[in-house]
């Protein structure tokens, strides 16, 4: 049998590894076993064929080129191989065969076709790769739906509806040929000048945690690898600079870092990691064996892959000098758990060979990886006998990747995800005894410019701006389009007032003019994503402070003195400082990065046709200085004591989202005031919507530790619950919390429940917590690992009318 031409006749035998009737550890070990060093070593790389990513976009004339990733001399040295001599002994993986240029679904399942042929003619045993793609908006590809940002997904707080959109992006990737997705991101927000805050889903590690295995289901269940990243401690580097040096100790990292990873892998079967680019306090993840190994492997029991972030293991070279040469970062990387090197083959070389047989290098160590890898290659079905590249990409010619039903699943996402800070006197535009307004000037560089929905990672952002003329690739509405829609008997006049960035305001006039004739005013403003300093949010895309970028303040200072109400429409990746905008802001809603169906859902909110239940996954700022600050404070990370002139309060604290309704929760009733550490209780509210439209409240339930060895947040996240509810209809929600859920890492840095008294919060966002009480947690201290509870379950039962006493539970509502 040929390489080319693997189908079995009845004539020839199977080879043990391609029988799928044996076990896939056996099929594993027999083919590990035919495998010479330098083939073993063959299936540790990749390639990224076809990759232009190094210019963002046409250069100025006689302007310098736009560099879009960092380490150019790493960039240029990886992209030069041709396939078939990377492929010599045999691939890893096919990087981003989609999504690296604009082509179709058939021209890209074509040249899947074509680099599959070339992996297996190469290889001596006929072994085909595993094809990656980024799906962080959906698929990267051109053409393909993009959805929301990873921050609006976390707005939402429904895993459900994430995992049904993760699940879509799964089919549409898999019906091209796709095997693995290097997607959720689960790095927990410490500092909002970030650029990559866009990516995440917000600040808290529940919230990233339950979303994130949510996301990791739905892709698996689709027959994509989901890759965890970035593995760890990426999100709080210095100064929020990309790739910064990460101050961080371990136990700050094992409590607040790396919950959602591990939960991702117990809960969601995530099977793949992907390592981050950063050093914590001086180890490099990348050549970290505690992490990779120690507590990835040993600890949580994870089995799958642990792929390089692109170039990890040659920037242990360049940008760590941890090792002296690539050979060297390749050793690093491979004994400290790294499986396979993407998006080209630096460190993973054939230079490993020699290593090993002069002594210094263990082969088990290749053994190791390459077994995880086939592992997965047989899981996919690339090793069954009758596989084939073609048979991969059958759906290709039927698949619609931007289908009706991809843009009905982004708008209801798009429309659950915004956010009502303030109604303020203006909003809703059609409220019920508001007239109509006849003039609105829509204003702002985000109002009329698609891309501000998208983030960084969506193809439009991240590859069209190297092909001018090509446009979006998708329908993508602006607000304007939608408001035009959206208000008929509206006369609407738009003007930009200004770019995204730089100090431009030329355009001031015009706007000011437009605002000053109108009823109402829609400002919208925020960020353009990019590359690497392309945009103001991104990869590489760090702010200095959280003002709005470029003059897009001064535009709104000027339109709030015309008199004119203007509603401010923040359309961002990050949460920007809002206390100076609100005091002239008639609204203000926030939309993060939205999607292709941005535009649709933001009028919706603002005309009142769509009930906004979006609630804030990071907080809204006062101030632009005084970063870092998120809801995850110790005691003396607050404003309680006085102790310095600087106030780190919100504008707008997490969990926070206002309605066209209101909401009431009260009566909260314990199980029991006493629970061993091993035990669990319940608590149950009341949540009742207490005013004349239909809406949704999202419950949340708190912790606070009030004694502890170490310091612990004031506040944690421990459970929630979306509550959909009629006018004067209430329910119950209640929460099944275990003791495990009040674990934390003790000086010892082993994970402990301690006894002692735990209080309880219920309400609608970290301030706003009516109901309190006590529970305290008797017997030893218990040390707990990775069987411990992760998440706290919540049930919602029809409540008692209005009025009507509640019997049951110990009452100890402080309410």
């Known amino acids: 049998m040929t390489a080319l031409d693997r189908t079995p006749t009845a004539n020839r035998a199977l080879r043990p590894w391609q029988d799928p009737a044996l076990a896939v550890a056996d099929r594993v070990e027999a083919l590990l076993a035919e495998l010479t060093l330098e083939e073993k070593i063959g299936q540790l790389g990749s390639r990224w064929v076809g990759n232009d990513m190094s210019q963002a976009e046409e250069p100025e004339p006689g302007a310098e080129p736009l560099n879009v990733a960092p380490m150019q001399d790493v960039f240029a040295a990886s992209g030069t191989i041709p396939l078939e001599e990377a492929a010599r002994h045999g691939l890893g993986h096919l990087t981003r065969v989609h999504g690296s240029v604009p082509v179709t679904p058939e021209e890209g399942a074509a040249e899947v076709v074509r680099q599959q042929r070339i992996v297996i003619g190469r290889s001596r045993l006929g072994i085909p790769a595993i094809v990656h793609e980024e799906c962080l908006t959906g698929f990267t590809a051109y053409g393909a739906t993009v959805y929301p940002a990873a921050i609006a997904w976390a707005a939402t707080f429904d895993p ?18 796709v095997h693995q997705g290097l997607s959720p991101v689960l790095d927990v927000v410490r500092d909002y000048r970030w650029g990559r805050v866009e990516e995440t889903m917000g600040e808290d590690p529940y919230l990233v945690a339950t979303l994130g295995a949510a996301y990791v289901r739905g892709l698996e269940n689709a027959g994509i690898i989901a890759t965890l990243k970035h593995f760890a401690g990426y999100s709080a580097s210095r100064a929020a600079r990309n790739h910064g040096p990460v101050p961080m100790g371990r136990r700050e990292l094992l409590d607040m870092i790396l919950p959602t990873f591990e939960t991702a892998i117990a809960l969601g079967g995530a099977r793949s990691v992907m390592n981050s680019y950063s050093d914590v306090d001086g180890v490099p993840a990348g050549a970290d064996p505690w992490l990779l190994t120690e507590v990835l492997r040993d600890d949580w029991g994870f089995t799958g892959t642990v792929v390089s972030d692109y170039w990890a293991v040659p920037f242990l070279t360049t940008m760590h000098r941890v090792a002296a040469d690539t050979g060297e970062a390749g050793v690093q990387a491979l004994t400290a758990g790294i499986d396979v090197e993407l998006p080209d083959t630096l460190g993973f070389g054939q230079d490993l060979a020699g290593r090993v047989r002069r002594g210094e290098l263990d082969e088990e160590l290749i053994d190791r990886a390459v077994r995880r890898l086939l592992t997965q290659k047989v899981e996919l079905g690339l090793l069954d006998p009758g596989w084939t590249p073609e048979q991969s990409v059958a759906g290709a010619a039927d698949v619609d990747l931007d289908s009706p039903a991809n843009r009905a699943l982004a708008r209801e996402l798009a429309e659950r995800s915004i956010i009502l800070l303030d109604a303020g006197t203006a909003l809703p535009l059609l409220g019920e005894g508001r007239a109509a307004p006849r003039r609105v000037a829509v204003v702002g560089p985000a109002a009329h410019d698609p891309r501000t929905f998208m983030g960084c990672y969506a193809f439009p952002n991240h590859v069209l701006p190297r092909h001018p003329g090509l446009g979006l690739g998708i329908e993508a509405p602006s607000v304007l389009d939608a408001l035009t829609a959206e208000l008929p008997g509206a006369e609407l006049r738009y003007e930009k007032g200004c770019e995204v960035r730089g100090d431009d305001r030329s355009g001031f006039a ?23 300093g392309q945009g103001t949010s991104g990869e590489g895309c760090d702010a200095e402070d959280l003002r709005l970028p470029g003059v897009q303040a001064d535009l709104l200072a000027e339109l709030a003195a015309t008199g004119t109400p203007v509603i401010v429409v923040v359309v961002s990746g990050r949460p920007y400082a809002l206390g100076e905008i609100r005091d002239g802001a008639a609204a203000l809603v926030q939309a993060f990065m939205p999607g292709e169906e941005g535009g649709a859902a933001i009028a919706g909110v603002l005309s009142g046709r769509v009930q906004p239940t979006g609630r804030l996954p990071v907080q809204i700022p006062r101030v632009p200085g005084g970063q870092p600050g998120t809801y995850l404070q110790p005691p003396l990370g607050t404003d309680s004591h006085g102790i310095s002139n600087l106030d780190p309060a919100p504008l707008f604290p997490f969990g926070h989202g206002a309605s066209y309704t ?8 314990l199980s029991a005031t006493e629970v061993p550490t091993d035990g669990e209780f319940t608590a149950t509210v009341t949540v009742r919507n207490t005013g004349g439209r239909a809406g949704e409240e999202v419950v949340q339930l708190y912790l606070n530790d009030l004694v502890a060895q170490v310091t612990r947040p004031v506040l944690q996240l421990t459970g929630y619950a979306r509550v959909p509810l009629e006018p004067g209809e209430s329910a119950d929600v209640t929460f099944r919390i275990h003791a495990d859920r009040t674990a934390f890492t003790g000086r010892d840095l082993r994970r402990v429940v301690e006894p002692g008294d735990i209080e309880v919060l219920a309400g609608t966002s970290a301030a706003d917590l009516p109901c309190r009480a006590v529970v305290r947690l008797t017997g030893r201290a218990r040390h707990v690992g990775h069987d411990r509870r992760l998440v ?5 039962s029809a409540g008692a009318a209005a009025g009507q006493p509640r019997q049951g539970g110990a009452d100890a509502a402080q309410s």
Do not use: H, N, Q, Y
Request: aromatic fraction near 4%; hydrophobic fraction near 55%.
């Open 160 to 177: 459900g509806l994430v995992e049904r959109m993760a699940a879509a992006i799964g089919r549409d990737m898999r019906a091209v040929g």
């Open 510 to 532: 015009a706007a000011v003019e437009a605002a000053r004739d109108a009823d109402v005013c829609v400002a919208v403003v925020g960020d353009l994503a990019g590359l690497f």
């Open 792 to 796: 706290t379950p919540a049930e919602v």
């Open 662 to 669: 209101t909401f009431e929760v009260s009566g909260l009733r």
